[in-house]
């Protein structure tokens, strides 16, 4: 951990600190990506049950649909595999303008 | 994610040891790894590759699925001798994204003013050494002159394994250090682990110069550290 402020972005040690406040947390991570990705695989989007979120999954393009599959997940407590891309009508939709592809797991936290 | 996996996880990403959180994507369960924790098979060696290259990414190992996400701690450089090199130096660890610290008992040189913005210890580099350890993610450049100062941390950078270290110093200077170094029972092949003299050959004269030639020799020894990591691993193993 770099400097005291990156420290306080970092998602994993948000999703901790959530989870000792007793909130229930989700946590999106990118497994595999194709072409030009905006961030690297192994990067985390982590989100609380009310929508409140920290890091990234992308550019910010596909953050808003992995966010609402999150509380699916929270609630239902499945991991799902989303995968966001060119070849994918929806990716165009949410917006991975960039020509990418990936592929972001998301699971719940406990 | 099982939530003791991700303290443990956090736990030792802050006290800079490289960890692997692997996930069965198949039933979602997570483990954590630590560098040099023993896994068997196939399985093994995709653990071991991840650490080496610092690369996170799926592997497919006996018709499973798995996740393998690398942390690799941040590199960091201790910069023994607050001299002028050190000056132009602090500047452009930061840039690279080098988390820099500056150790050095001689109060005169070792001031805030000459080193604003940069953690400055003005102590010997055996005591500061004590309290904050140097790991195989550090790299370490001595450039004093004053052997008193520059060995204590020579010795310890090397025993430590760190991914650099550099000293200042004619190529006389550094015979006689050599010879130093091997009456504290150092091997040659560990002494010939010292980048001296110190930084890449651009043909640098001035302070800031030198100060380029070594940020360029630190980068270039942590794309690629691979090899020196697993030789410490195998050591201590």
Known sequence: ?110 | MDPYCLKKLNAERQARRAALLLTDLGDGRDRVIREGDPVAGLLGDAVKQAFLSGKSGLAEIEGRSFFLNVHVPPPRLVVIGAVHISQALAPMAKIAGYDMEIVDPRTAFATPERFPDIKLFAEWPQDILEQRPLDPYTAVAVVTHDPKIDDQALERALKAGCFYVGALGSRKTHAKRVERLKALGFSEDEIALIHSPIGLDIGAASPAEIAVAVMAEVIKAFRARGLQTARHLEKTA
């Open chain 1, 1 to 110: 951990m770099q400097n005291p402020t990156e420290q306080i972005r970092d998602p994993l040690l948000i999703a901790e600190s959530w989870m000792a406040e007793g909130r229930d947390v989700a946590i999106a991570t990118v497994v595999e990506t194709w072409g030009s990705a905006p961030r690297p695989v192994g990067s985390h989007l982590v989100i609380d049950e009310a929508g409140h979120f920290e890091g990234s999954v992308s550019g910010g393009c596909v953050e808003g649909s992995v966010i609402a599959e999150a509380m699916d997940v929270i609630s239902q407590g499945t991991p799902r595999m989303l995968e966001f891309g060119v070849a994918d009508e929806t990716a165009w939709q949410v917006g991975l303008s960039c020509g990418g592809r990936i592929k972001v797991y998301v699971e719940r936290l406990g």
